[in-house]
């Protein structure tokens, strides 16, 4: 096997520290092997890339005591903080980040199998997403740096802190999705205790001197570990304020149920979905066909947004299948540095057995292979297979399959396909494709209703990061872009006084003095 010289494990990468109270301290208790289900060897097995911290519940206490010391019940260094403090923290971290953009994209790749150019581009989006934050949050201060005035009292309103966040990230986007909690979170004045998730843990490790030397002690706090062994104990206490987590709603629910305030507890969630794509009798097959594939199979159809089923109307349906199973077929498998790879090893060695349990639910109840190479299994991958009809009764109709399967469903009553939508669990997004307007526009107007982001022509994805990105039901719980996260992880509070000449005086002291960084009109340039 040939891997590029500059994508080579040369040497495992032991992490032996986890980040609490401004340092990196070491663990020297039990750890845990990282292994890669690409193999570096002719014969396959897996590759060992390095080893993590296996902590425990007492460790993961003083890691949030930590966080909640730097908080310091709203009294904190980091809270009280003038924004342009807080953004020169910011900047200089992502100053550093930047320099560790070799080694993060290498571990991305041999950690959760992500092509090189799909590496390349969440590494490259998640630098500008918190630069955009930044400047987001500039605007907001700019927008913050006046007083109201109504019914005889002044009001200097602005956005505060939540408290202290727990945050955990998803193993498909381990530092894009990540990051899109943890630095909004940050910026508005949070401390935070971060658990990666359990694939695409080593990419972060280059990242933690950045974290420690960027951000005020007990800030940005790093455990390693299982969710139930330090995330439980953590929402045991009662001492979080926000619980800002992408990944399963079992999970979420879970986590929840363990805090003792529920009341007290904000929640910023990016949970999962079923993203159907509709194909109207009119659409154009040749783009359907081409945003279908990249919606169902981006990398291998493990994410959030990806298309997880699609409803073709039967008077398409034999030519869309055939079409689109042979595009199946003609895609690329390879390992993530291959030129112009598709299709990269699962990062998750069960999950093969997992679509092919799918598979041969789907064929008992009926369903078949339309894709010559549909469930053709290699130790770490299993080829995407295109199901049809499927029917209610599959698992892989009521199930989020997160990988290479897709089920294709017919349908002749779009108001039958409405009700489905309707009655589903999850309403992230919808793909959309048609070009008669008359059948459109209700479409359009009934399925805004019932998921957040109708992609018309087009497959579902998160970005443009500017753009909101939510869900209904179990899909999501508030919004996340660069301009609604700020607003997620934070509250808006003020200042009010009496239109009075005594307060009036004071206010013009606060103000002149500078003695206060929360009453200011000074505009961030």
Known sequence: MSIPK????????????????????????????????????????????????????????????????????????????????????????????????????????????????????????TVEYILDTIEDYKQLDRDSAKFHKKDGVYAHIRRGPLGVVLCLGPYNYPLNET?????????????????????????????????RSSFPKGVVNVIYGRGREVAAPIMQSGRVDVLALIGNSKSAIALQDQH???????????????????????????????????????????????????????????????????????????????????????????????????IDDAEKHGAKVLNKRGGETTENYIFPAVLYPVTEEMRVYQEEQFGPVIPVKPFRSIDDLLDEIADSNYGQQVSLFGNDIKRLAPLIDTLVNLVCRVNLNSSCQRGPDVFPFTGRKDSAVGTLSVHDALRSFSIRTFVASKDKAYNNEILRELLDSKSSNFVSTDYLL
């Open 260 to 358: 003792p305030h529920k009341n007290r507890l904000r929640l910023v969630l990016g949970l999962e979905a079923k993203n159907p794509g509709i194909v109207l009798p009119d659409a154009d097959l040749d783009l359907a066909i081409d945003e279908c594939i990249s919606g169902t199979l981006s990398f291998n159809g493990q994410r959030c947004t990806a298309l997880k089923i699609l409803y073709v109307h039967e008077d398409i349906q034999e030519e869309f299948n055939r079409r689109f199973a042979e595009r199946v077929d003609a895609l690329k498998f390879g390992n993530p540095w291959d030129e112009k790879v598709m299709l990269t090893p699962l990062p998750e060695p069960d999950k093969p057995q997992y679509i092919q349990e799918l």
């Open 179 to 211: 990051f899109a909690l943890l630095i909004p979170a940050l910026i508005m004045g949070n401390t935070v205790v971060f658990k990666p998730a359990k694939h695409g843990v080593l990419l972060l490790s280059p990242l933690l001197e950045a974290f």
């Open 6 to 125: 500059e994508f080579q494990i040369n040497e495992l990468l032991h992490q032996k520290t986890y980040l609490s109270n401004g340092e990196l301290i070491e663990w020297k208790g039990k750890n845990d092997e990282v292994f890669s289900t690409i193999s570096s060897t002719e014969d396959y097995q897996l590759t060992l890339l390095g080893t993590i911290p296996h902590m425990d519940e007492a460790t993961a206490m003083e890691v949030l005591q930590s966080a909640c010391d730097a908080y310091s019940k709203g009294q904190g260094d980091w809270p009280t903080m003038k924004v342009a403090q807080r953004i020169a923290c910011m900047e200089d971290f992502v100053s550093k980040m930047k320099e560790q953009r070799e080694v993060v994209v290498k571990y991305l790749m041999w950690e959760i199998g992500k092509s090189l150019p799909d590496s390349q581009k969440e590494f490259d989006r």
